[in-house]
């Protein structure tokens, strides 16, 4: 990633754009808001902010396919070749990658640039790091992750029941300077099976020669419309270290205009944790309940909000939460959209009402 200016990005991008002729993807916004602080009498403009990405791609993906005689053919995939930069100055080139495959009926060879091998089959139910009340994205928690993985290749066996995959890759690259080097892979294998509505995943990878950790994951899923079940297993044993596992649980439920989504995990090195989300959309009102319980239910945070469309430019928004710290957190506020491309805001809110009368923010938004 290289340093750029901002204007010599954009030119860079009208160049590039007129003389490949490419459709370039561009978005931004810009705010500034004004606020009173209600209990200390402070008033002052926040600090405007804006942001700014282009995408260009220079080379779509594209992939070709040669037949050759007892059933065997070749098949060449070039993922994107993209160059993007926004307003921090930062330059993103992301060159293409090429994925070769040799294919004769359910068996096949695989060569390509592979970037690691991960293991990580049960979500991570985080403890609201943020206190925005809100369920944290999907990470995994105690995963194994052999990263920088400079080739490789994969053998795999695939049925309308299963599909088996035997993966082997080189952590280094070849050295001729260092030959201790060469000695450095990473190796894994994955295991799919359809059974009914059930989908049943296998993982395993380990490093040799360097990062000699082995990993394991083992996961169902459960598609039963309108309920779906995930469970999950994840083991690790480092090298020369202890064994370490966690399991965990999701359920997704549908039910008109609801949606509940329920995680849970537990392991020897995480105490119980579960966080539950309950989203209603009544249009034009829609409400949201979340509740997050951790470390065994010592820590826990409770939070409703909601948003209502009194008009085709005008949206109330409110929300009020409390948690184990007993801070009572508010907000209340409305959306104006009577100008195209621009939210005006009145908002008021505070993260402990009890301690902190709160905030009134006036905040301007355009987006395009």
């Known amino acids: 990633m290289k340093k750029i200016t901002l204007v010599l990005a954009m030119l860079l991008a009208v160049g590039i754009f007129a003389a490949s002729a490419q459709e370039a993807n561009i978005a931004g916004s ?7 602080d209600l209990e200390n009498g402070g008033f002052g403009m926040v600090t405007a902010s804006a942001d700014l990405s282009i995408d260009l791609d220079l080379v779509a993906e594209q992939s070709a396919e040669t037949e050759a005689a007892d059933g065997w053919y070749g098949w060449v995939k070039l993922t994107d070749f993209e160059i993007s930069f926004d307003d921090t100055d930062d330059l993103t080139v992301t060159a293409p990658g090429i994925e070769a495959k040799i294919i004769n009926g359910p068996m096949y060879f695989v060569i390509y640039a592979l970037d690691g091998m991960a293991v990580g089959q049960v979500a991570e139910v985080e403890d609201d790091e943020d206190d925005d009340y809100d369920l944290e994205d999907d990470e995994t928690s105690l995963g194994t992750n052999l990263s920088d993985g400079s080739g490789g290749f994969t ?3 695939m049925t309308d029941m299963f599909t088996v995959e035997a993966h082997l890759a080189t952590e280094t ?5 260092d030959p201790a080097d060469n ?10 099976v359809a059974a009914g509505p059930a989908d049943i995943t296998l993982e395993v990878v380990r490093g040799i020669g360097v990062d000699e950790t082995l990993g394991l994951g083992v996961g169902a899923d459960l598609d039963m419309d309108p309920i779906t079940i995930g469970v999950g297993f994840d083991g690790e044993l480092p090298d020369g270290g202890d064994f370490a596992w966690e399991v965990g649980a999701d359920i997704d439920l549908t039910a008109g205009p609801a949606t509940v989504a329920v995680d849970v995990v537990y392991g020897d090195t995480t105490m119980l944790d579960l966080e539950a ?8 009102l829609t409400l949201g309940l979340f509740a997050g319980f951790y470390d065994e239910f010592a820590d826990y945070r409770i939070y409703a909000d909601g948003a209502f469309a009194a008009s085709d430019v005008i949206t109330v928004n409110f929300g009020g939460g409390y948690d184990s710290l007993e801070r009572i957190k508010l907000l209340l506020g409305a959306d104006f959209t009577a100008i195209p491309n621009t939210t005006l805001t009145v908002q008021y809110d505070t993260d402990d009402v009890s301690n902190d009368i709160g905030d009134i923010f006036f905040k301007t938004k355009v987006a395009y």
């Open 277 to 284: 989300d309950i989203d209603v959309d009544l249009d034009p």
């Open 155 to 157: 053998f795999g066996y």
């Open 30 to 36: 810009a705010s500034t808001s004004i606020g009173y």
């Open 183 to 192: 000695a450095d892979f990473l190796v894994g294998a994955d295991v799919t």
């Open 173 to 177: 690259g070849y050295d001729d300077t």
